[in-house]
């Protein structure tokens, strides 16, 4: 079992800044590739960034260039900083771990909201 809790959410103004926290615990060595996930009011969930265990990073085309994804394995904890937000990037943004047992693991949920 893996257990992600998300934070670093909240409210901020176009073009601003934030950045979100994901801490691994658990069965944390059997971690592949981990990401962040959004959703949005009314929309299906989508894939933001996602990180192997290598370092390798693949990002979604509408954040390429604002967003990055980084992983403190000392610390089991992936980030995502994102940049120049703008209010389409407003939704709930979720923390995923792909095990080598191909399990899948999500975190609650941290709510980011980009007013205009």
């Known amino acids: 079992q893996v257990q992600l809790v998300e934070s670093g959410g909240g409210l901020v103004q176009g073009g601003g800044s934030l950045r979100l926290s994901c801490a691994a615990s658990?069965?944390?060595?059997?971690?592949?590739?981990m990401g962040w996930y959004r959703q949005a009011p009314g929309k299906q969930r989508e894939l933001v960034a996602i990180?192997?265990?290598?370092?390798?990073?693949n990002y979604v085309d509408s954040v390429k260039g604002r967003f990055a994804i980084s992983r403190d394995n000392a610390k089991n904890t992936v980030y995502l900083q994102m940049n120049s937000l703008k209010p389409e990037d407003t939704a709930v943004y979720y923390c995923?771990?792909?095990?080598?047992?191909?399990?899948?693991?999500w975190g609650q949920g941290t709510q980011v909201t980009v007013s205009s």
């Open positions: 995923n771990a792909f095990t080598a047992g191909l399990h899948t693991y």
């Open positions: 658990g069965n944390i060595f059997s971690i592949n590739t």
């Open positions: 990180i192997t265990s290598g370092g390798t990073t």
